[in-house]
């Protein structure tokens, strides 16, 4: 079974801090993972996407995440943030490419 | 790119009426496209699998004949909310994807309010 944990449901930093935000996951097989962003009202964006290759993976916008098979993790980090990144981010795991299990969510603040 | 351009964004309609929302890709071929529901302030899931040519598949919980998926062809899945009760009103988007190797494309949802 494939499921997947988002420890934070809110995460608040201040405008140029680093960005952390938690994911551990659960899956049978080696999985596929992502990260996505949803902003207010908008679909969904895919910051980035894990499937087998380098364990750190770089997406869009200054955003990365490491794969830690060892912890189970796919942590999302930023080193610097931005007002605009304010969203909320879902971590997401595939085990065949075809179904995709969504975490909980994170809503990032981003304080001037 | 891989564009997936979903119809409406955004609708109202009465409870017991049915609602039609289309999930296309613009600019490539899907065989397989899915549908999904997000609650307020829960996270998605997955509602089914929409094939091109053959019957869609539902995750259990979901109603087939309350939700009818149909995926004519390669670039168009349409859901249909039928009778839609208010409890229906959720945010639903589709994916799809051009290939295995490509990964999924999201459209920008549809926000469906049942008055």
């Known amino acids: 079974a494939q499921s997947v944990t988002q420890l934070d449901s809110h995460v608040s930093v201040s405008e140029g801090t680093p960005v952390l935000l938690r994911c551990n996951y659960s899956?049978?097989?080696?999985?596929?993972l992502f990260w996505y962003v949803q902003h207010p009202n908008k679909g969904l964006q895919l910051l980035l996407k894990?499937?087998?290759?380098?364990?750190l993976v770089k997406g869009i916008n200054g955003f990365e995440a490491e794969f830690k098979k060892s912890e189970t993790s796919f942590h999302l980090t930023k080193p610097s943030a931005h007002m605009s990144d304010a969203a909320e981010y879902f971590c997401?795991?595939?085990?065949?490419?075809?179904?995709?299990?969504f975490g909980s969510g994170t809503k990032l603040n981003v304080k001037p | 790119g891989a564009v997936v351009s979903q119809h409406p964004s955004r609708v109202i309609c009465k409870s017991g009426t049915s609602v039609k929302i289309e999930c296309r890709s613009l600019?490539?071929?899907?065989?397989?496209m899915f549908w999904y529901r997000q609650f307020p302030k829960q996270s998605l899931m997955l509602m089914a699998t929409s094939n091109e040519g053959s019957k869609a598949t539902y995750e259990q919980g979901v109603e087939k004949d309350k939700f009818l998926i149909n995926h004519a062809s390669l670039t168009l899945s349409t859901l249909t909310v039928t009778s839609a009760h208010p409890e229906d009103s959720s945010f639903y988007i589709c994916?799809?994807?051009?290939?295995?190797?490509?990964?999924?494309?999201f459209g920008s949802g549809t926000r469906l309010t049942v008055v």
């Open positions: 894990y499937t087998s290759a380098a364990t």
């Open positions: 997401v795991v595939s085990d065949d490419f075809n179904k995709f299990y």
């Open positions: 994916s799809a994807s051009k290939g295995r190797d490509y990964g999924y494309t």
């Open positions: 600019d490539f071929q899907a065989t397989t």
């Open positions: 899956s049978s097989y080696s999985p596929s």
